[in-house]
């Protein structure tokens, strides 16, 4: 898994695919984290424009060329229909934060031969997120 978590972390840009301007709600924690690692990380929110003062993307087809790692902070069934979208945008590591997991997502995944972490790994402990 930590071969996983190395790839996904070597991306130029990450992109957040559920972003919240909601300080408690994970979308939120999962973008500050980025940026406090000094990651350029992109808010994936059809709904914002900015969070954390970082100009919105509308849908995973907007994403810049350089993001090839996703975190998806997604329900189950949200998840299920992004992800075949993030695949055909190009992305090749997609980190589903728990609780977002889908059992189809992941095997769809592992078929495109995409990096997927769906273990219950979160990127706030693997990166260490502090709450300021």
């Known amino acids: 898994m930590q071969q996983q978590i190395d790839k996904f972390l070597t991306a130029g840009a990450f992109g957040v695919v ?21 990651k ?8 914002e424009v900015e969070i954390e003062g970082v100009a919105c993307v509308k849908s995973i087809e907007e994403l810049p060329p350089e993001v090839k790692s996703i975190s998806m902070i997604t329900p189950p069934a949200v998840t299920e229909q992004l992800v075949p979208r993030a695949i055909a945008h190009g992305i090749e590591n997609i980190w589903m934060q728990p609780g977002a997991e889908s059992a189809s997502a992941v095997a769809l995944c592992r078929g495109k031969g995409i990096n997927v972490i769906a273990d219950g790994s979160c990127l706030l402990v693997v990166l260490g997120y502090h709450d300021h």
């Open 40 to 47: 350029r990380a992109v808010p994936v929110n059809p709904n």
């Open 18 to 38: 559920g972003a919240s301007s909601n300080r408690q709600k994970f979308g939120n924690r999962v973008l500050r984290c980025y940026l406090q690692n000094g």
